[in-house]
């Protein structure tokens, strides 16, 4: 049972505190520029979450008096979730444009700006789209949670490792949250029917919209095509498949069965794209491996299985 209690979460909400991480040490530890590319993706994202919220605002989901609490701590965690990847790459000597948050929301794609409106007509339209919403909330938090516990994992990185888990456990609780309230406004059939027609249609990974589709898709490679990635891809699908009505629920692998496939059949179609390819992507062999059915599909290790069990 995955547990979440309101109160407790609003008295012990605060802002990530850099002063626990010894950041002045962060650059004496090589990141390779796959773990760079990945943080600055995480961290857009997560500098990106107060747009999301515009969006939630114009939805009725506002006039639930929980929601109204959880999402004013949430929006305040996530900023500062983005502001420790910045911090930690600046130290790193990674420079960090100061209009890059601007940069990053003139880039936004035609289909976030449409699902913006959507959402507003959505709530107007029916009262069960909020199932959607929390269930797309919950799947979105969850992948989130499970990428940052396998890049702590993987990381040769020690400064980074617990910044990471710091993160993850953040967003546990605002997995639980999303999770335990979707459960509820699943139990009705019209809400299950709903969110099953639109995310079947629509879902797409965490910081899709915000960022193009190559890069949504490198980074999907990048955290869970490696041979930790299937167990993450499984959990994440039977959690969500437990709520009402969605014992369907099976679109995170379905999207990373077909990322990992792309990426061995394909390979990179340019000079320009198969220099970046060599220099970034996962290894072959370790994409390969996590097919399923293919040798290594059953990871040794789950990361984010320990953290998706702690209680808030
Ligand atoms: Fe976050
Ligand atoms: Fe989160």
């Known amino acids: 049972m995955i547990e979440f209690d309101l109160e407790k979460y609003l008295n012990h ?4 505190d850099l002063s626990e991480f010894d950041l002045a040490s962060a ?5 390779t520029p796959a773990e760079v590319r990945c943080l600055e993706y995480m961290m857009d994202i997560e500098l990106s979450t107060i747009g999301y919220l515009r969006s939630l605002l114009r939805t009725s989901i506002i006039n639930d008096p929980e929601a109204l609490g959880f999402l004013s701590c949430w929006a305040y965690e996530e900023y500062f979730h983005g502001r420790a990847i910045r911090e930690f790459l600046k130290a ?3 420079g960090v444009h100061k209009d890059r948050c601007a940069q990053v929301r003139r880039n936004v794609t035609i289909r976030e700006r449409l699902e913006e409106f959507g959402m507003a007509v959505m709530c107007s339209v029916t009262p069960h789209f909020n199932a959607t919403l929390l269930t797309w909330g919950a799947v979105q938090e969850m992948t989130t949670l499970e990428g940052y516990a396998i890049l702590a994992a993987r990381t040769g990185n020690p400064i980074l490792r617990p910044i990471l888990l710091r993160l993850a456990k953040d967003e546990r609780r605002h997995f639980a949250f999303y999770y335990n309230k979707a459960r509820k406004t699943l139990e009705a059939r019209r809400a299950q029917q709903l969110t099953t027609l639109l995310l079947k249609k629509f879902w797409t990974p965490v910081g899709s919209g915000v960022k193009h589709d190559p890069e949504v898709e490198w980074t999907m490679r990048f955290l869970f ?13 039977a959690t969500i ?16 069965d ?34 399923p059915g293919s040798a290594g599909a059953t ?13 808030n």
């Open 13 to 16: 909400s605060r802002k990530v």
């Open 27 to 31: 650059n004496l530890h090589p990141l």
């Open 92 to 94: 790193c000597g990674i």
């Open 225 to 237: 095509g490696g041979p930790e990635g299937p167990a993450a891809w499984h959990r994440i699908d």
């Open 241 to 256: 498949a437990r709520l009402p009505g969605l014992a369907w629920f099976d679109l995170f692998s379905q999207k990373m």
């Open 258 to 291: 077909s990322l990992v496939a792309s990426k061995v059949t394909t390979g990179p179609h340019s000079a320009d794209e198969a220099q970046r390819a060599n220099r970034l992507a996962v290894p072959e062999a370790v994409s390969a491996s996590c097919i």
């Open 299 to 311: 990871p040794s290790h789950s990361p984010g299985q320990e953290l998706l069990e702690t209680s």
